[in-house]
């Protein structure tokens, strides 16, 4: 499929905004044990899929792409506990850095029987790399503040397509079944009472389609733009869209001291995605 480098850069940014606003939707209510939340936003993933399906040529399900969108719902079970824990900008911040290095890696030396890519400059491109996980390692430290919720009222395969939107409702159909095989499972585990906040369904709808089309413009960027270049910048610069909601809409992170950790850690990470952008 012919590339369109101005495509790619919309969808980059559309990618990066929605990626990084996912789970703002969610902060004000209480998520229990956010096995309910990860069932119910993967039926808003679903809703995207089944559109740019209906919008683009027919292709049939591709099961290396539903097995992609299982392995999504299986981590994003744990979602909750990571905001919880560690905040909503700092995990986000710190999976970005782990996914960067493995989808850099992933193209950059072929590994998994994707095609190898190299970039023009292979100095500036590891640098860039490099300079990246630095700031991935100067976010670790921040602390948190927990936001303050509403109480919940409980009671490449040979022939395949090319155009990667041919992989979406795939991709969204495997993280659908598998959160709704985790979801059963844990209302067996509760004997049929599961933590349910009714309050939290539109949210996690809301949740998933931003989700769903992040993901489908994330693709559609790597698919008109170099990966090895694209991908690094892609998977960091939703964590910047998480620090800015972080700091001046939840209040996540207040201390002074932290505050400007943060913003160099930023820096850093920018400097590091100029690089990367340099090396092509």
Not at 56 to 63: D, V
Not at 88 to 114: D, E, H, K
Not at 222 to 239: E, M, R, T
Request: aromatic share 12%.
């Amino acid at each position: 499929m012919e590339k369109d480098t101005t495509l790619g850069i919309v969808c980059a940014v559309v990618s990066a905004i929605t990626f990084g606003s996912t789970y703002v939707p969610l902060k004000w209510f209480h998520k229990g044990d956010g096995l309910y939340f990860q069932w119910v936003q993967s039926l808003g993933q679903l809703l995207v899929g089944v559109t740019v399906a209906l919008t683009t040529t027919p292709a049939p399900i591709h099961p290396i792409a539903m097995l992609s969108g299982m392995f999504y719902s299986i981590g994003n079970s744990l979602t909750v506990f990571i905001m919880d824990g560690i905040g909503l900008a700092i995990g986000y911040l710190l999976w970005n850095t782990v996914t960067c290095v493995v989808g850099w890696a992933v193209t950059r030396f072929g590994l998994f029987a994707n095609p190898q890519q190299h970039p023009r400059s292979d100095w500036l491109n590891i640098l860039g790399v490099v300079t990246v996980c630095v700031g991935g390692a100067i976010y670790a430290p921040i602390k948190h503040i927990p936001s303050r919720v509403r109480p919940a009222p409980w009671t490449n395969e040979p022939g395949a397509p090319q155009d990667v939107r041919a992989y979406i409702l795939s991709y969204c159909l495997g993280s659908f079944v598998t959160s709704t095989v985790i979801f059963f499972f844990y209302a067996i585990f509760k004997k049929n009472t599961p933590l349910v906040n009714a309050e939290l369904s539109m949210p996690s709808i809301v949740s998933g389609i931003l989700y769903g089309i992040a993901v489908t413009t994330f693709f559609m960027a790597n698919q008109h733009l170099d990966q090895v270049i694209a991908y690094p910048i892609l998977s960091k610069a939703p964590g910047i869209i998480v620090s800015l909601w972080a700091i001046f809409l939840f209040k996540e992170i207040q201390g002074k001291k932290d505050i400007i950790q943060l913003y160099i850690g930023i820096g850093v990470t920018l400097l590091g995605i100029a690089l990367i952008s340099l090396s092509k």
